[in-house]
């Protein structure tokens, strides 16, 4: 009788812990997702300012081996990331198979210039820097030209900004979201063993003593929803490369390291605080009050 009693005591028990765990692992998965995007944030700005290129035109005076004499100089430059050379064959080559027809068999000569396109180091590609790189660069007697899309630039530095700002506000408010959901839900899984934390106050235990347990189940909590988030997190993003394998580009094991470390952070910080305010709600409870919620 008194084993049958023991097992039906514990399976609400087993049921809120099953519950606590799954609630709170999917608060966890979309905080995963918000810290991972604010994360990739940055590298995704990267990537597309260093996508940005500056065109440097050379002049026809200008020979192969000095040219690649200045794309050894350039290289050296701080603002620069990569470099390429097209010759005028090349841009020959290039133009004809885009227009279909050849301009020098009616012109008579190759019209096109040899040029230099330098990808910049992101802190570079900004309209400030972009004026000095493109004085520099026409100060120097190879270069006929610079040409770069200044209002590109300036409208990708607008818009990544824009991202930025509302992943941060998301972050913050999920932040604060995912505090309260979890926080009722734990205050919802000790307000059953309400009259339990009283008796064992009246009894003398110090409230050290009482926490502790709830205190090690929120951990405990903590660490299983963790790893449930991590595992559907993992699924979610080799999906995503799978899909789109351009993806692993703008993503390194530093920002998935950074991203699981915060999940367990999170979701260990997050149960154990609950636990701890909703434990101690109940400890300065009088007996009386205890019936009124």
């Known amino acids: 009788m008194g084993k049958k009693r023991k097992t039906v005591a514990g399976k609400p028990f087993g049921m809120q812990m099953v519950t606590l765990c799954i609630s709170t692992s999917m608060v966890l998965v979309l905080l995963g997702m918000i810290v ?3 994360l990739t944030a940055d590298n995704l700005s990267r990537h597309v ?17 000095d040219a690649h004499l200045y794309c050894r100089y350039l290289y050296h430059r701080p603002y620069s990331k990569n470099i390429d050379y097209i010759s005028k064959d090349q841009a020959k080559k290039e133009q004809c198979e885009a227009m279909g027809s050849d301009p020098s068999e009616f012109l008579g000569f190759n019209p096109f210039v040899a040029t230099l396109e330098i990808q910049l180091n992101a802190d570079y590609a900004n309209r400030d820097s972009l004026r000095w790189i493109a004085k ?7 270069v ?18 824009k991202v930025s700002i509302v992943l941060l506000v998301l972050a913050v408010l ?10 009722n839900t734990v205050r919802l899984s000790i307000y059953s063993r309400r009259f339990i934390i009283h008796t064992m106050k009246l009894v003398g235990a110090s409230w050290g003593f009482i926490r502790r347990p709830f205190l090690r189940r929120g951990v405990t909590v903590g660490i299983i929803a963790a790893f449930i988030a991590l595992s559907v997190l993992g ?35 997050i149960t154990m605080l609950c636990s701890y305010l909703a434990v101690n709600r109940f400890l300065r409870m009088k007996a009386g009050e205890l019936y009124k919620i």
């Open 174 to 183: 999920l932040t604060f979201v995912s505090f309260s959901l979890i926080s």
């Open 136 to 142: 520099e660069l026409t100060k120097d007697a190879r």
């Open 144 to 161: 006929s030209d610079v040409a770069y899309q200044e209002d590109l630039m300036d409208k990708v530095n607008v818009n990544l900004r």
């Open 235 to 269: 699924g979610c993003f080799y999906a995503f490369c799978e899909y789109e394998p351009g993806l692993l580009v703008l993503v390194t094991w530093k920002e998935l390291a950074i991203t699981g470390a915060a999940v367990l952070l999170f979701g260990v910080l």
């Open 49 to 65: 300012k260093e996508n940005l290129t500056v065109t440097v035109m050379l002049r026809d005076s200008v020979t192969v081996n």
């Open 36 to 38: 991972f995007s604010v």
